[in-house]
């Protein structure tokens, strides 16, 4: 993830124009939106995807694959499942809602430790 | 767009104890931390004001300026004590919130914080991130898991 927004070749504005395009073709289809708004709210296999979109698996396998030409999909494996396929939204989160987990986590991380001093009698 | 931080610790006291504590010592609890500051002027000494359901939680720095952290929302002794959380570096249209609840494991208390929102990302984009986040969201909790571990602290 994160591969996008590298572009630094010479014909940049040339590739980014097709890949525009292709985003917007990927876009054109009203299946596409929403399977688009669904992956919006979590990742989904191709299957729920067919099940939700009322779509026969060859057709399903048709518009993700427009949708990962577009730039707009992405899929990858679970963890915790190697034969699982994943359909998520490509694109990461932002680097600033990312370094606010972070903190939040480190924050209560350190403050539930001083409160676990605090109450077992240590201070 | 709402993400969520969960961090868990186990304290040898009831859930009584627990929630007593956390709520009404937090101002001699709380300890600065020199990377993750509320604020430019440190974290001031925090209190519930007046500690209870109708209460907010306040802080007071040394210059004496007080800063409204958030109004309490849930004040349930033992259980659970929710409340809104804002920092004078939030943008006006970011809130979040945090949800702390006390379980009794045995004779212990597994006290668990929960702090979500950021929902100033706007929903067009925020929208596109779930499965990163996901991701993100699970290392950093097998990080801070493993270095509480590490501290002896037992999750």
């Known amino acids: 993830m994160g591969r996008r927004g590298r572009v630094h070749h010479e014909d940049a504005a040339r590739r980014l124009s097709a890949a525009l395009d292709r985003m917007l073709g990927a876009l054109a289809d009203p299946k596409r939106r929403r399977a688009i708004e669904l992956l919006g709210e979590r990742p989904r296999s191709a299957g729920e995807l067919a099940g939700e979109l009322g779509l026969a698996p060859p057709a399903m396998s048709r518009h993700l694959r427009a949708l990962k030409d577009g730039g707009l999909v992405e899929d990858g494996h679970p963890d915790f499942d190697a034969r699982v396929r994943i359909y998520s939204l490509k694109d990461g989160a932002t680097a600033e809602l990312k370094q606010w987990l972070a903190e939040t986590e480190a924050l209560w991380s350190h403050q539930l430790s001083a409160f676990k001093r605090h109450v077992e009698g240590g201070e | ?155």
Do not use: N, Y
Request: glycine residues 10%; hydrophobic residues 45%; charged residues 25%.
């Open chain 2, 1 to 155: 767009m709402t993400a969520a931080v969960i961090v868990a610790l186990r304290v040898g006291v009831s859930p009584d104890v627990a929630f007593d504590a956390f709520a009404r010592d937090i101002g001699m609890w709380w300890k600065s931390h020199p990377l993750f500051q509320l604020s430019r002027k440190g974290d001031g000494v925090l209190r519930f004001d007046p500690a209870g359901p109708d209460g907010r939680l306040v802080t007071r720095f040394d210059d004496g300026k007080e800063w409204e952290i958030g109004p309490v929302r849930h004040w349930l002794p033992g259980e659970r004590l929710a409340f809104g959380w804002r920092l004078p570096s939030f943008r006006a249209d970011q809130t979040t919130e945090v949800d702390v609840r006390f379980e009794a494991v045995g004779d212990e208390t597994r006290v668990t914080v929960e702090h979500r929102g950021w929902d100033a990302i706007p929903q067009q984009h925020a929208a596109r991130h779930g499965f990163e986040l996901m991701l993100f969201q699970r290392r950093l909790g097998e990080h801070w898991r493993g270095l509480l571990k590490a501290m002896g602290t037992g999750l």
